[in-house]
């Protein structure tokens, strides 16, 4: 790819049920463009993955939730499962390590049911915002605006649906990290960027 994250280290939250390709595939793709990553998880050692519709493979934890500084980091990888983002946003660390890059300006990339953590946030207000379908009346009650699209770009936010959007995912998750995000006044639609 053509976008340099060289130097660039990209947290991403997850737990136990992550939709495994929306870990996986966007870690790879970041480390390929020369980011370090680090799974950030309130749960250590150990997550376990979610395939579809059956229990996948592990992943390690690189830095337990209670020990890490959002400070460290330059983006925010948050993937989807419905029980990952579910548990996490019932956990106020989750949602305070989370809310410090949407208040830092930091850019932040969710798919799926990743989002469910941008509206617990308050980070949907005044963004539009893409998702697994189920999460379009959630997005809209706190303040977003939710449209059915591969992939959207909104004030420093990249989403996007579901697996089957990865590619195109990855590619505006680097090209949007590799710049990194300047603070975009929310309700400024003007911002919000279809990606064709």
């Not at 979610?50 to 934890?61: I, L, N, P, R, T």
């Amino acid at each position: 790819m053509s976008n340099n994250l060289q130097g660039k280290t990209i947290a991403i939250l997850a737990t136990d049920g992550f939709e495994q390709s929306e870990l996986i595939k966007p870690k790879q793709a970041l480390e390929e463009a020369g980011a370090r990553t680090q799974v950030v998880s309130p749960t250590e050692n150990k997550i376990k993955g979610w395939d579809h519709k059956d229990w996948g493979k592990e992943v390690s934890v690189d830095v337990p939730l209670k020990s890490a500084d959002p400070s460290q980091y330059d983006a925010l990888l948050l993937p989807g499962g419905v029980m990952n983002p579910d548990q996490l946003r019932m956990n106020p660390d989750a949602v305070k390590f989370v809310k410090s890059f949407i208040d830092q300006g930091k850019p932040v990339a969710a798919i799926c049911h990743g989002p469910w953590m941008l509206v617990e946030t308050g980070a949907v207000r005044g963004r539009t915002v893409t998702s697994w379908p189920s999460l379009k009346t959630d997005i809209q009650n706190a303040g977003g605006t939710w449209v059915d699209e591969e992939v959207i770009e909104s004030n420093g936010v990249v989403t996007s649906r579901k697996p089957d959007d990865i590619p195109a995912f990855n590619r505006e998750m680097i090209a949007l990290f590799s710049k990194g995000a300047a603070k975009a006044a929310p309700g400024s639609e003007k911002s919000a960027r279809k990606i064709a």
